[in-house]
């Protein structure tokens, strides 16, 4: 069974950074696709960013620029440097392991607790 622990979320003035981790455990980490989606108050959950296996990389248009997406397979971690944050990226942030189909995560475990980011205007 994956476990996913998501965390480094806060508070963040408009224009800030944060960087989020996710430390996977139960499974051969270096061999999956991992990505992050968010869900906002009142939203859907929606994809942010891919990274494979051997490390290449997509973003949703609304991040691409601000956010990297990043794996330390040594440390089964996957992580989320995200810099000019808006306040619009106000969310919780998730992390999953999944299928990628055309630059989309296609998640495969179930959703953590994930971890809150609040950027202030």
């Known amino acids: 069974q994956v476990q996913l622990v998501e965390s480094g979320g806060g508070l963040v003035q408009a224009g800030g950074s944060l960087r989020l981790s996710c430390a996977a455990s139960?499974?051969?980490?270096?061999?999956?696709?991992m990505g992050w989606y968010r869900q906002a108050p009142g939203k859907q959950r929606e994809w942010v960013a891919t990274?494979?296996?051997?490390?290449?990389?997509n973003y949703a248009d609304s991040v691409k620029g601000r956010f990297t997406i990043s794996r330390d397979n040594a440390k089964n971690t996957v992580y989320l440097q995200m810099d000019s944050l808006k306040p619009e990226d106000t969310a919780v942030y998730y992390c999953?392991?999944?299928?990628?189909?055309?630059?989309?995560?296609?998640?495969?475990?179930?959703w953590g607790q994930g971890t809150q980011v609040t950027v202030s205007s």
């Open positions: 990274i494979t296996s051997d490390g290449s990389t």
């Open positions: 139960g499974g051969i980490f270096s061999i999956k696709a």
């Open positions: 999953n392991a999944g299928r990628v189909v055309g630059s989309v995560l296609v998640p495969f475990h179930s």
